[in-house]
């Protein structure tokens, strides 16, 4: 057993998340920890609501509510879709509970004891008509390097290189269209080129990672530029400095608080735990932790924030950098050890967008839908490794020739047949296996190592096509054996064997498929008569914060339960009662609906 931190990409709590985002960030990550759960290991699955910035307090404003406010009413919508997706967090919680601010001021105090963060007076772009600071990512312009003529003033998403507000040509505001004033600010900057030669000799270590993720990333070290991590706002983290942190005027810039709520996150579920020190066991590169393994999920947009800037913020608060230095009271902290990056999904052709209506909403699709329907085109169609398009028709096709036709129907005819027959899971006669039995059998024991394997390497489309095809060969063999044509007295110890080894392989096939389809999971589960949980599910509970602040919703659960990754016998003689559809064969006509929705 090891150590395994699932740390997952932080939602932003301005609105809901559509089906997109959770394809980047969501489904492979919870594939991933209950796989990982389920083979043996020790899983901490952490992330929550992504909750400062200009941004929120721009929405606020024009809501006319409080950041915190906008932030309650989102961080609530997230964690209910994600816990009705099935996403199994041992903690999705939020950046404004005041142990996440202790830990931001913490790493910010020790990068700055060793030097890697300094003070510098740069620009700040600012509104003529309001005089209120306008946030990089509201600045849009052309790239000085690309010439792409939609650039942020954050970055650059053709090119992805990171950009300053001044460097864009013909800068515009986002808000109101006005070119912004330049004036001179101070603000801290962590020292990047410090930490560059540590960051290359780091990559070069990497194994396994997704091409396009390792070449990015070490293409960016090659023009490292100090990044300014304060800003001037209102809303966010205090600077934990003499003469900062009783401004009201300057804060911690949202970038840097985010990526250290994995942290803050494994230290709050500790907390909560009554076990203040466990997350020792997946952070500590000194200690009890130095093998735990630490994995990133998110979409590719996030990549220079986890492979490159999170990683300089953990090594620089360690002390290994070009000045060195001392790590802080929390120790010297694991790196990770990848950084699991989706591609983009688009819909019907065209990039999401909010603003333009071409979204659908997580939690409008799953009032119309499974949420394993859902899952399952994820998973066998999703971003994995390249930009893919979300069609309402092939939604439809994986759904009702994959999903009900492949899987459902295997589940509902081998279980039918044999409650109809014996009322129980038969036993396997005296005359014994014929190779074809047996070599069925064999075929889904043997997905166990193979979808286990991509799996943990993060081949999931290659996983859940080698799980479907375990179903394939039972529903072709059904078809050959042709039980149902044994209908006389001596025929049936022989339809007991073939139904017996049916079910097993439906048994053996659902265990494969729960990560992937855990609520589907449950319930075949206990059509095949089993009892207790089998794929658990997270809930949600109302928390005080730990330090005084105000109380909030986390996403949490029980994962100790449940199937373990192994062929387990069935029990000849276990009752079966008649079953019901697992899955929802859906009507054609949703798919000029959905269009018309889309449409207006």
Known sequence: MSHVLAAVAWPYANGPRHIGHVSGFGVPSDVFARYMRMAGHDVLMVSGTDEHGTPIQVQADAEGVTPRELADRYNRVIAEDLRALGLSYDLFTRTTTRNHYAVVQELFEGLHRNGYIVPKVTTGAISPSTGRTLPDRYIEGTCPICGYDSARGDQCDNCGNQLDPIDLINPKSKINGETPEFVETEHFFLDLPALADALRQWLDTREGWRPNVLRFSRNLLDDLQPRAITRDLEWGVPIPLDGWRDRPDKRIYVWFDAVIGYLSASIEWARRTGDPEAWR?????????????????????????????????????????????????????????????????????????????????????????????????????????????????????????????????????????????????????????????????????????????????????????????????????????????????????????????????????NTLLTPFLPHSAQKIHELLGGTGVHAPMPRIEEVEDLDGGPGYPVLTGDYTVGARWESVPLEAGRPLAAPKPVFRKLDPSIVDEELARLAG
């Open 281 to 509: 066991k997946w952070w500590s590169a000194d200690g009890e932790g130095k093998d735990a393994r630490g994995y990133y999920f998110m979409g590719k947009d996030n990549i220079v924030f986890h492979s490159v800037i999170w990683p300089a913020l953990l090594g620089g608060y360690s002390g290994e950098g070009s000045r060195d230095g001392e790590p802080g009271e929390l120790g010297r902290l694991n790196l990770p050890t990848e950084v699991v990056s989706s591609e983009y999904l688009t819909m019907e052709g065209r990039k999401f967008s909010s603003s333009r209506k071409v979204v659908i909403y997580v939690r409008d699709f799953l009032e119309r839908y499974d949420a394993d329907a859902l899952r399952y085109f994820i998973a066998v169609a999703g971003p994995e490794s390249n930009d893919t398009d979300f069609t309402w028709a092939e939604f439809l096709r994986r759904n009702n020739d994959e999903l009900v036709a492949g899987w459902g129907n295997l589940v509902n005819r081998s279980i039918s047949m044999a409650a109809k027959n014996f009322g129980v899971i038969p036993p396997v006669s005296p005359a014994g296996l014929t190779d074809a039995d047996r070599a069925l059998l064999e075929t889904a024991r043997a997905g166990f190592a193979t979808v286990g394997d991509l799996i943990a390497r993060h081949r999931q489309k290659q996983a859940i096509g080698e799980a479907m095809k375990v179903v394939a060969e039972a529903n072709r063999y059904l078809s050959e054996q042709a039980p149902w044509k044994l209908k006389g007295e001596d025929d049936k110890p022989r339809m007991g064997t073939i139904l017996h080894v049916a079910l097993q392989v439906v048994s053996d096939a």
